[in-house]
């Protein structure tokens, strides 16, 4: 665990093993770049006027032993032009600037970052950006590598440096912000990437279990006491499976007692093959990260117990895997589940996230609670419509997919609205049950909406389609390859904002 720190000083007294300063396009220092080159003479002035690199966004040259400066190294990065900057960009500059210095051998540096000017944003805004940068830039998924590729050295502190004293103390708030929402990010990250022959329903389970707190009481339910309880969809998509099928349950009571809870429903698909309508080979790995949405709820969980954030909050996540066994749901069934007015008939069984997710809406919508938001990675036609950059929005509640609008656009971590007019039901409607489990090829992450909005009562209800941003094969500016967390930094500070 890397320690975060928060200090107001120069930059030439620093006696860290590396200090960062911002280079503004044209090769302009600021503020802390200027006092550092009044205490260092010329060797500055000199190396900016042969500096290639000329403050581009990203790009970045260290100087070692400046005359002057207590440090080994001072690193000047390029931020490009002051004026476009962003909360973000300065999320993506801290990242850089990590793994560089990470690179470079250094354990304690620090950053002066927090003095650009960004529009519209406080100093705990950039505090909380900087440090949510360095914790997110850092992460790796190496566990499972004998022989680590990238060669460095982990950093043991890193110091945001800040202005002005009198900041102190909300700048400490952000980065205790900063920390818990990267710690639910990181967790969401670490879950999805484990392997499927690892991460099944059952250690869905127990990672749960581990979350447990004075606040927060969770239950896992084994295959009996969800044939008990009577979650029959959950268990008709887990009959191809040879392994458990769980219901995990998270009851968070930060919130007054009484007080409805937000209900946040995540789809645990640890393996999805697409059972015996089976999806073609190609990529079908990547289909261990059809749990992103439970690890997105599990890393709220993380983050609003270190937070302690004063709300209630219900979670609930079916899990299991979509496999071909002898006795795997098929093409042609009907099922009713635990809304037993509803009946579905399968058309194709890769079609299985909705199926699992209407157990859990069904039942989170009984709890009456005051809102529910899901995530699932449920369409590939999400992918085909925004891509990785934006999570497909739907729902019925309209002040839930403003707030998440913009709790997207403050994080970054970002959503867009696609609709849900009702002539899309049609899409859903089945000649034999009431509704089948797909609504063909036009419109596909809509009609999934549509079959899960069956599922949700008059409860206010936001869906997540997380498809294209849960993971990443090429990784981001902030996101090593594979899982990104997408839907922590956003449903936390949502949640934050309804209690602030
Ligand atoms: N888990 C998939 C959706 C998915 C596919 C997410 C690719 C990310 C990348 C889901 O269970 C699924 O297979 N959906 C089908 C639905 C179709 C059969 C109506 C899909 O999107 O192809
Ligand atoms: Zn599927
Ligand atoms: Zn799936």
Redesign the pocket.
């Known amino acids: 665990m890397i320690e975060l720190n928060v200090k107001a000083g120069h930059a030439h007294k620093q006696r860290d093993d590396a200090v960062v300063l911002p280079l503004l396009e044209g090769r302009k220092l600021t503020e802390s770049g200027k006092a550092l080159q009044q205490a260092s003479g010329k060797v500055l002035p000199n190396f900016l006027r042969k500096f290639d690199c000329m403050g581009t966004f990203g790009g970045s040259r260290t100087l070692y032993d400046v005359e002057g400066t207590f440090t080994q190294r001072v690193t000047l990065l390029g931020v490009g032009d002051e004026k476009k900057l962003s909360l973000h960009k300065l999320r993506v500059l801290a990242a850089k600037a990590a793994r560089k210095l990470e690179r470079s051998g250094a354990r304690d540096v620090s950053l002066f970052l927090t003095e650009l000017n960004v529009r519209g944003a406080s100093i705990a805004d950039k505090v909380q950006a900087v440090a949510e940068g360095v914790e997110l830039g850092l992460y790796r998924f190496d566990k499972y590598k004998h022989k680590k590729d990238d060669k460095h050295r982990d950093l043991r502190s890193v110091t945001i440096m800040i202005s002005s004293r009198s900041d102190l103390d909300k700048a400490e708030a952000a980065i205790a912000r900063a920390r818990a929402v990267s710690a639910g990010t990181n967790l969401a990250r670490d879950l999805s990437n484990e392997p499927g022959n690892v991460c099944t329903p059952e250690f869905l389970g127990d990672q749960a279990a581990a979350l447990s707190h004075e606040n927060l009481n969770v239950t896992v339910m084994d295959k009996a006491a969800i044939e008990e309880i009577g979650f029959n969809n959950l268990l008709a998509v887990n009959q191809g499976s040879a392994k458990e099928p769980r219901f995990i349950i998270l009851d968070y009571k930060g919130g007054n007692e009484g007080d409805a809870p937000v209900a946040l429903v995540g789809?645990g698909?640890t393996f999805?093959a697409?059972g015996i309508?089976i999806?073609p080979g190609a990529?079908m790995d990547?289909?261990k990260?059809?749990m992103c949405g439970s690890a997105v709820v599990l890393g709220i969980f993380k983050a609003i117990t270190a937070m302690n954030l004063p709300i209630n909050v219900l979670g609930l996540i079916p899990s299991t895997e979509?496999l071909l066994g002898s006795a795997a749901y098929k093409p042609g069934d009907v099922l009713v589940g635990y809304k037993k007015d509803i009946s579905i008939e399968i058309q194709?069984t890769?079609?299985?996230?909705?199926i699992i997710l209407s157990d859990a809406l069904a039942y989170a919508a009984e709890q009456k609670p005051a809102e529910i938001i899901d995530f699932?990675?449920?369409?590939?036609?999400?992918?085909v419509a925004l891509g990785s950059h934006a999570t497909g929005m739907l729902g019925t509640g309209e002040k839930i997919k403003k707030d998440l609008k913009l709790s997207g656009d403050h994080t970054y971590d970002r959503v867009w609205e696609l609709p849900m007019h009702e002539e899309y039901q049609e899409q859903i409607k089945s000649d034999i049950a009431d509704i089948r489990?797909?609504?063909g090829?036009d419109g596909?992450t809509i009609?999934?909406a549509c079959f899960l909005s069956r599922f949700v009562g008059d409860v206010p209800w936001a869906h997540l389609d997380i498809?294209?941003t849960?993971w990443n094969m090429k990784g981001n500016d902030i996101s090593a390859k594979g899982g990104t967390g997408a839907g922590v930094r956003l449903v936390v500070d949502y949640l934050a904002r309804k209690v602030s």
Not at 376 to 383: E, H, K, W
């Open positions: 789809k698909l999805d697409g309508s999806k990529q990547e289909m990260f059809d979509n194709n890769d079609a299985e996230g909705r699932a990675t449920l369409t590939g036609a999400c992918v489990n797909i609504g090829r596909g009609t999934a498809a294209g849960a």
